[in-house]
């Protein structure tokens, strides 16, 4: 089997001091969704920013496209495809819309426009709002904002950590549609999430981590039907 | 009648007056708001680099003056204006260079950054000093009224003048340009926008490709521009003495943060709130009563609530009751 378009391979580190992750592998295919779940203080977010290279490494690779990118800087690693959502502050609040759209484009030199529309499609509320401050915006919408703020850069990659974290149940499904939606258009989606069960129903990889280490890999559905991970994560 | 005498002696003492000198403290607040936006702190040099951009343009305007280079009507300064504020921008980009961008690299705390730039005002003080000494200079020339007293009372056959000087009606319309002109480029060009992406978010705007250094300088080139122009007007309008421009570093800063920090909008309101209080209240208000009451009612005082010499005791009274009751400013601003 070929090797997955992005790759964090047995990832050991952490922020200084003693290491989070050990060891741990995640993994997403071209145009799949994976998903990383887990009990609190597992180092779901802290995988996901070490793939991203917010925190050093002290072994293992991250790789896109077959390309070792390990010794890249976030900055870099955005012109290199990859798309970044963060769980908080992910929007520039006392700008409109468009501008935080404007703002993701920012290191593109072509027209743009384009891009801004098929976001505009996926979130037609945001249409509706765009010369309305984001700040000033539900946390769904805001959600929304911060997803198509990364979309502006057309990676291939897009990672979202928790991007359903303070949102009613009824805007987590939308979102859910939505990313799946992102997906289908062939970006790979990489997440973390605390609602691990709906998270789990729209995954086509899922990681279970533990202690920073990967406790169990395997397709959504099959993880969803694992009694171990029911019993252990899932609340039965 | 007198209703009418009673308010061409408040615009003559009161509104015109307050209005050059609160587009003054407009333009100085706007540079402070947005190197707290951008930098994050509060730029204790801004007085002082005021006074050496203006010390420059002094000495350029009398070297065109030995030159016999004028300029009509208008002052001879405003020639010397592009000298002085390329060399205030220079100025502020060394200071970058040799004082702040090392703090920036170890990410200093915005009270290292502050007590480093009190270096640079002493320093610039310094400097200012050896450069144009310590006492006042006047540079004004051209004419020196748009509208003088006593052609206004001809005119209008009212007892009580109006004068409306030159430097007060350059001063308005400079300064509305200057805040033109820099609405339009924070709203509508790409690098205005990343200067507020980078205000608002610093870590999304780094992920968003804005690259700080370039944010950083332009806000520099900004600010420059428009201390210079503050301190020429300041100086073309009143006088022109290196601790006058020091002092004015406190209503500037009221200003700021009274219209809330960071929000270059709050900056010019909170720059007319400071100086129509500091006239208003300085002001005697017993002539201005005499033509509404009836003479037995006048009082024997002024009506003056504090002498001129208090002027800064309303900035900073207005400065602790802002602080106390709505820290974020008129605008909503960042609290420090």
């Not at chain 1, 990659?157 to 149940?169: F, I, N, Q, R, W």
């Not at chain 2, 730039?117 to 006492?135: C, D």
């Not at chain 2, 009563?289 to 003479?295: K, N, V």
Request: proline share 4%; with cysteine; glycine share 12%.
């Amino acid at each position: 089997m070929s090797e997955p378009f992005l790759i964090g391979d047995a990832m050991t580190g952490g922020y200084g001091g003693a290491d989070i992750l050990h060891g741990c592998t995640i993994a997403v295919e071209k145009g799949q969704i994976a998903v990383i779940v887990g009990p609190n203080g597992a180092g779901k977010s802290t995988a996901m920013k070490a793939v991203f290279g917010m925190l050093n490494l002290r072994s293992g690779a991250v790789r896109l496209g077959g390309e070792d990118i390990t010794a890249l800087s976030p900055q870099a690693r955005v012109n290199k495809g990859m798309g970044f959502v963060p769980q908080t502050n992910n929007i520039f609040p006392s700008m409109s819309v468009e501008e935080n759209l404007e703002m993701g484009a920012f290191i593109r030199t072509d027209d743009y426009a384009q891009t801004m529309e098929q976001v505009y499609t996926l979130f037609p509320i945001l249409r509706d709002k765009r010369h309305q401050a984001a700040g000033e915006l539900s946390g769904g919408q805001r959600q929304q904002v911060a997803v198509g703020r990364a979309l502006m850069t057309k990676p291939s990659v897009l990672m979202l950590d928790e991007p359903t974290a303070g949102v009613s149940p009824i805007v987590m499904d939308e979102l859910f549609d939505r990313i799946i939606e992102i997906a289908r258009t062939g970006i790979s989606i990489l997440m973390v999430e605390q609602n691990a069960r709906q998270a789990l129903a729209i995954a086509d990889k899922g990681y279970v981590l533990v202690q920073g280490a990967n406790r169990f890999t395997d397709t959504g559905e099959a993880l969803l039907a694992d009694p171990d991970v029911r019993r252990s994560f899932l609340g039965g | 009648m007198d209703a009418l005498n009673a308010l061409i002696m408040l615009a003559n003492f009161v509104l015109i007056p307050a209005t050059a000198y609160g587009s003054q403290l407009a333009l100085g607040a706007l540079g402070i708001t947005l190197i707290y936006g951008i930098l994050r702190f509060s730029h204790f040099a801004h007085g002082d680099v005021m006074a050496i951009g203006t010390a420059v343009v002094i000495l350029t305007t009398w070297g065109l003056q030995g030159a016999g280079v004028s300029f009509g009507v208008l002052p001879t300064a405003l020639l010397a204006l592009p000298v002085g504020i390329a060399f205030t921008i220079l100025y502020l980009l060394a200071m970058d260079r040799v004082v702040y961008r090392f703090y920036r690299r170890v990410r200093a705390k915005p009270m290292v950054f502050v007590m480093a730039s009190l270096g640079v005002m002493f320093v610039t003080n310094g400097l200012t000093r050896l450069l144009i000494g310590p006492g006042e200079q006047r540079f004004a020339d051209g004419a020196r009224f748009v509208i003088s007293a006593r052609d206004f009372r001809t005119w209008t056959g009212l007892s009580e003048g109006l004068a409306l000087r030159s430097t007060q009606l350059l001063t308005v319309v400079v300064a509305l340009i200057a805040m033109g002109i820099l609405f339009y480029f924070l709203n509508r060009t790409r690098s205005g926008k990343s200067m507020r992406a980078y205000s608002d978010n610093e870590d999304l705007a780094l992920l968003s490709g804005i690259n700080p250094e370039r944010v950083v300088m332009i806000t520099w080139v900004i600010a420059g521009t428009l201390m210079c122009l503050a301190g020429t007007l300041y100086g073309l309008d009143k006088i022109f003495r290196p601790f006058t421009f020091f002092q004015l570093l406190l209503p500037m800063f009221a200003a700021a943060i009274v219209g809330g920090l960071g929000n270059p909008l709050g900056a010019i309101v909170g720059g007319y709130v400071i100086a129509f209080s500091e006239l208003g209240v300085t002001y005697a208000w017993r002539r201005f009563a005499g033509y509404f009451l009836p003479p037995d009612w006048m009082p024997e005082g002024l009506m003056q609530i504090l002498p001129v010499d208090y002027k800064f005791a309303v900035t900073f009274a207005i400065l602790v009751l802002v602080l106390i009751f709505r820290p974020t400013g008129i605008f909503r601003g960042k609290v420090i």
